[in-house]
C-alpha cells in the first residue's frame, strides 16, 4: 500500500480532535469537591484522580445516599460510590473509588454485553459466578496497584495496605447472590443493559 501523507496527517488530525472534543465524567468536579471539603487534599491529587476517572470513560460518577451496606457500584453507564465512605479514611475511600473505576476500564475494553454476561448469558449460577469474581479480583488488584502508585507519589497515606476483599470469597456465596437478582430481573422482564442498569441503581440508591 503506498503510503499517503495527506491522510497520514488527516487522522493525526481527527485523532487530537477526538482526545480534545472527550466529554468530561458528568458530576466529576462535585464529586472531587466533596472529597476535598473532607480530606483537603492536593491540587495534585485532584488532578491525577480526575485524570484516571475520566481515561476510563466513565461517563457520571457520584456520592449517593445507599438502601444497603454496598460500598459501591459500577454501571455501564456511570458509577455510585456509598457517600458513608465519606466518614472512612481517605485511602479506603481510595480504594473503593480505584475499584469501581476499574470496572469501568472493563467496560471500555470489553463491553457492556460481556460485563452484563452474569445477568443476560446463558451460563450456569456457579460459572457466573466464577466470571464475577474473577472480575473482581482484577478491579481489586487494579486498584492495589492505583493505591501504591499513589503511595509512590506521596500522596497518600504510605502504611495503608488495601484488602482485597473478593480473594476469600466463595464461589458459592457469589452464585447465591446472582441466582437471586436473576430471578428477580426475570420477574420484571430485565433483558437488556440499559434495564440492568436501571435495575441496580433503584435497588442501591436512596431517592427519598
Known sequence: MKFNKTDFLFNRIMESRKKILKEETIGVDTFL???DSIYNISGELYEKIKLFIENS???????ADFK??????????????????????????LFIIFHE?????QYKKYGEQKMYECYLGEISDNNAAVIMKNTE?????????KIREFQKYGLINPS??????????????????????RKMMKQENI??????????????????
Open 191 to 208: 433483558d437488556t443493559p440499559e434495564k440492568i442498569s436501571e435495575f441496580f441503581y433503584n435497588s442501591i440508591k436512596n431517592t427519598l
Open 33 to 35: 469537591n466533596d472529597i
Open 68 to 93: 444497603s451496606p454496598v460500598m459501591g457500584v459500577a454501571l455501564h453507564n456511570g458509577v455510585l460510590i456509598n457517600e458513608k465512605l465519606l466518614k472512612s479514611d481517605l485511602e479506603f475511600l
Open 160 to 181: 495503608y495496605k488495601p484488602n482485597q476483599m473478593y480473594k476469600n470469597t466463595p464461589v458459592s456465596v457469589i452464585a447465591s447472590t446472582i441466582e437471586k437478582y
Open 57 to 63: 470513560d466513565c461517563k457520571k460518577i457520584e456520592f
Open 101 to 105: 473505576i476499574a470496572h469501568q476500564y
Open 137 to 145: 479480583i482484577v478491579a481489586d488488584e487494579f486498584a492495589t496497584r
